[in-house]
């Protein structure tokens, strides 16, 4: 006799995007170029400093150009400097599509909650690839939060109108998934598509 379907344990899955659904390597190749390292810059950038302030809507882009040249010694002019940062998304994870879609076909709300700002919120790869992928949005910029802020997990579970327990939650960053699970969500810390699969398998999602 057939094993009985799992029960499905989540009504929205929420991906965060650099890491899990895009590749980091713009910004590495930035960060490499310019002899900055990556963990002091996600150090800094999940809670302070410039990016921080930037990706939660509190610098506009000129003030933020300024204090992060400023802050690491970068030398580059803004327009160059902005030619660069606007490169740093990088492209889809293999399988990234694939599986956001397979969510969506099982009945369940697709969303990401990103750091992100301005200019990679509005570049034509976001608007024409990312923005159609998933059913709700919350980039940090708009929402005036960033992770790993509590108040931010907070928010999102109210705008989906859900229980914190019923959002699956997918970051490539430890401090992230911690903030949301302290939150209630079902966070998970995963690199990739296929690890967020693996888990989405276990939620009875997939």
Known sequence: MPSPEPS??????????GGVILDLAGLKAFLQRHR?????????????GAHFDFERGALDTDS?????LAETGVVLDRAEFIAEFAAWPGDLLPGAAELVAEVR????????????????WTTPFCETTI???FDRHFPSYQL????????????VVD????????VAFFDDNLVNAEAAAAVGLEAHHVQGPDEARAVLAELGVL
């Open 144 to 155: 005036g939060l960033a992770k790993p802020d509590e108040a931010i997990f907070r928010r």
């Open 64 to 68: 933020y150009v300024d204090a992060f």
């Open 36 to 48: 900055l390292d990556l963990g002091t810059f996600f150090a800094k950038a999940l809670g302070s």
């Open 131 to 133: 923005l159609p992928m």
């Open 8 to 17: 499905r344990r989540v009504d929205a899955v929420v991906f965060d995007l």
């Open 159 to 166: 705008e989906l109108g859900l229980d914190a327990g019923r």
């Open 105 to 120: 076909a099982a009945g369940v709300t697709t969303a990401t909650l990103s750091n992100t700002n301005v200019i990679h």
